[in-house]
Nanobody, 120 residues
Framework: QVQLVESGGGLMQAGGSLRLSCAAS????????MGWYRQAPGKQRELVAI???????NYAEAVKGRFTISRDNAKNTAYLQMSSLKPEDTAVYYC??????????????WGQGTQVTVSS
């Protein structure tokens, strides 16, 4: 099992920036994909951005040009730099990681979530 710990959420005014971090730990052999998802009150969880081990990225249309996902493979950590924040970005942000454990089994785990609130 993999533990994912998110940090960096908080309250920010519209137009501001926040940086989220997600650190993975456990008997990890490799992490293939790391991603950020969010869930606003009364809505389903949705993809924000994902990044593969080789750095390929994919973003939701709503955040393209404003959010940047990155990762440090040596630290098993992913980041989400959020800029030009809007009130509609308010949600609980969850980290997800998919990969391989030692000795050799697959994992697909979630963090506990971090609240991001953007005021107008």
């Amino acid at each position: 099992q993999v533990q994912l710990v998110e940090s960096g959420g908080g309250l920010m005014q519209a137009g501001g920036s926040l940086r989220l971090s997600c650190a993975a730990s456990g008997s990890i052999f490799s992490i293939n994909v790391m991603g950020w998802y969010r869930q606003a009150p009364g809505k389903q969880r949705e993809l924000v951005a994902i990044i593969s081990r080789n750095g390929s990225t994919n973003y939701a249309e709503a955040v393209k040009g404003r959010f940047t996902i990155s990762r440090d493979n040596a630290k098993n950590t992913a980041y989400l730099q959020m800029s030009s924040l809007k009130p509609e970005d308010t949600a609980v942000y969850y980290c997800n990681a998919k990969g391989t454990l030692r000795p050799l089994s697959l994992f697909d785990d979630w963090g506990q979530g971090t609240q991001v609130t953007v005021s107008s």
